[in-house]
């Protein structure tokens, strides 16, 4: 089994950057891939990234491909790199083990972390 754990959240101004990491731990040998997804309240989760374990795939929703990255260290921790942000990116940022890049639905996804708020004023 896998336990992920979100850190890195915050309160910033539009425009600013921030990092976000997703650290996994536990049976790591069977992950396959890890998403970022973020919710609002009153709203389901929208997915925003992923990245193979394995490295070397990686996606990145349209709606914030030009602002938002995501990367994974030699160890067990993934990153949200996030540019230019925006007050609608407040949300709360899980992140989630799932079987591939292309999955992009809540469902697919298991081993969910706790969270991150991130908070962006105008």
């Known amino acids: 089994q896998v336990q992920l754990a979100e850190s890195g959240g915050g309160l910033v101004q539009a425009g600013d950057s921030l990092t976000l990491s997703c650290e996994a731990s536990?049976?790591?040998?069977?992950?396959?891939?890890v998403a970022w997804f973020r919710q609002v309240p009153g709203q389901g989760r929208e997915y925003v990234a992923s990245?193979?374990?394995?490295?070397?795939?990686a996606a990145v929703a349209r709606s914030v491909t030009e602002r938002f990255s995501v990367s994974r260290d030699n160890a067990n921790t993934v990153y949200l790199h996030m540019s230019s942000l925006k007050p609608e990116d407040t949300a709360v940022y899980y992140c989630?083990?799932?079987?591939?890049?292309?999955?992009?639905?809540?469902?697919?996804?298991?081993?969910w972390g706790q969270g991150t708020q991130v908070t962006v004023s105008s």
């Open positions: 536990g049976r790591t040998s069977s992950l396959r891939a």
């Open positions: 990245i193979a374990w394995s490295g070397g795939t």
């Open positions: 989630a083990e799932g079987p591939s890049t292309w999955h992009r639905l809540p469902p697919d996804f298991t081993s």
